[in-house]
């Protein structure tokens, strides 16, 4: 863990390393360009004398420069010159000593210990201005001077971050040639595992979960999504193997949050509600008390305890309403192909056969999975064993309507080129529905 924080700590080491040269850079500008008017040698300790003499002197450099240069006639420059002798000779009393070439007056020197003003200036500027820059970006520039409400969420971070599902699906077809080559490489194959779920390929992640686990020491996590996977991959039943990967998982750990999250849903699934019960509050005794699925585990808990407490009864009158409660949480029928589709089966397609409520809500209330092996007539039974969830189910709504897709890619997303077909809405309990796929999602 100490290796990833400094990993995750150097960008934002070198880009403040950058932040404070760029700084830094301006400041030696600022100050280039503040100090040389300071520091250049003045003017204003000359007197009136000193400063014709020089004016002059300037005014005769220029002519001589301009004759060099051909800006001005030769014969002229003996004219300037008389003309600038004339205008000295005007000058009072200190000008003649001046023009015979005297040198002026010396400036009287300044006590041993003392600086010219505009020096001082100069020095207070070069040690302020940077001072005053650091102090101001410490007090404006900290990152936790900025009002929580204005602070990036950490989900709005990821988002800006997030792969696309093109980008992940590129680097799990070149992650997976890589393992061809490599087919030791444990990690490598987690990695394409858990991008094989991001794409929804629950039979590829399951696969190579499995290759992971070959290659690992037994691990309660690694077994737990290997579980959740498959049991995605057949139409998130977990009768079977999954149910025995959560089982063992739980021989690991017997305190493992989504295995014993899991092994509810599986006694769930198989209606025995009071040991589902168990396994719940048993998940609930792990959790910390603010943790954000306790909600969710809470309601499953009070689902369980309803379904439980209706199941007890009489044993006459439990037989007398089973076929009848049965039917009234279920829907029966059949899928076709189309014809004129029935030429665009391969047999590596899957097929998705979904109940939706017709109003309102439109999740998937019950789902079921076949792959297509040549045949173009598939038999379907989809009931409240199948729910999402224990307030999503097929008898808690008035109407449904069935759907049928064919997936060339085996994901669950719609994609183009997708085989589709509907029903007319039915009440729970109905049989013979018919669901012809007969249009091309474009």
């Known amino acids: 863990m100490r290796g990833k924080a400094a990993a995750a ?28 008017p300071l520091l250049r040698p003045r003017l204003a300790g000359l007197g ?12 005769w450099r220029e002519a001589k420069a301009d004759v060099a240069l051909g800006l001005l006639d030769a014969s002229h420059q003996a004219e300037v010159r008389a003309d600038l002798e004339r205008r000295l000779l005007e000058d009072a009393g200190a000008l003649a000593s001046a023009a015979s070439g005297a040198p002026p007056p010396p400036t009287p020197p300044r006590p041993a210990g003392t600086a010219r003003p505009a020096h001082r200036i100069a020095l207070a500027l070069a040690l302020l201005l940077p001072l005053c820059c650091v102090l101001a970006y410490l007090q404006l520039g900290r990152p936790d001077a900025v009002p929580p409400s204005q602070r990036p969420t950490a989900a709005a971070t990821a988002t800006r971050h997030a792969l696309t599902p093109e980008q992940i699906q590129q680097m799990a077809a070149s992650l997976a040639e890589r393992l061809k080559a490599q087919p030791r490489d444990a990690e490598g194959w987690l990695m394409l595992a858990r991008s094989y779920t991001a794409l929804a390929r629950y039979r590829d992640a399951a696969g190579a979960f499995r290759k992971a686990i070959e290659l690992l020491p037994p691990n309660a996590n690694l077994l737990a999504d290997l579980a959740d996977v498959t049991g995605m991959a057949q139409g998130k039943r977990l009768a079977g193997e999954p149910a025995r990967h959560i089982q063992t998982a739980l021989d690991l750990d017997p305190r493992h949050v989504k295995a014993l999250a899991l092994a509810g849903s599986v006694a769930f699934e198989a209606r ?30 009070a689902e369980a305890s309803r379904l439980e407490g209706s ?132």
């Open 9 to 36: 700590a150097r960008p934002e080491s070198v880009a403040m390393l950058m932040f404070w040269l760029v700084a830094a850079l301006f400041l030696a500008g600022a100050l280039l360009f503040l100090l040389p």
């Open 272 to 301: 025995d509600y009071a040991t589902a019960r168990s396994y719940w509050e048993r998940l609930v005794a792990v959790l910390p008390p603010d943790a954000p699925m306790l909600r969710g585990i809470r309601g499953s808990i």
């Open 48 to 59: 009136a004398a000193q400063l014709s003499v020089l004016v002059h002197r300037d005014q």
């Open 311 to 442: 199941s007890a009864g009489p044993p006459a009158a439990a037989d007398s309403g089973a076929a009848s409660a049965a039917a009234a949480t279920s829907v029966h029928g059949e899928v076709t192909v189309s014809p004129a589709l029935a030429a665009q089966l391969a047999p590596g397609d899957t097929l998705f056969v979904l109940a939706r409520a017709a109003e309102g809500l439109r999740v998937p209330l019950a789902v079921q999975r076949f792959t297509v092996g040549g045949q173009t007539r598939f038999a379907f039974a989809l009931d409240d064993g199948m729910a999402m969830g224990p307030n999503l189910k097929l008898s808690a709504f008035a109407r449904v309507v069935v759907s049928a897709r064919v997936s060339r890619s085996g994901q669950a997303a719609l994609q183009g080129g997708d085989l589709l077909g509907s029903s007319e809405p039915v009440a729970p309990g109905a049989t013979g529905v018919k669901v012809v796929i007969d249009r091309v999602q474009p």
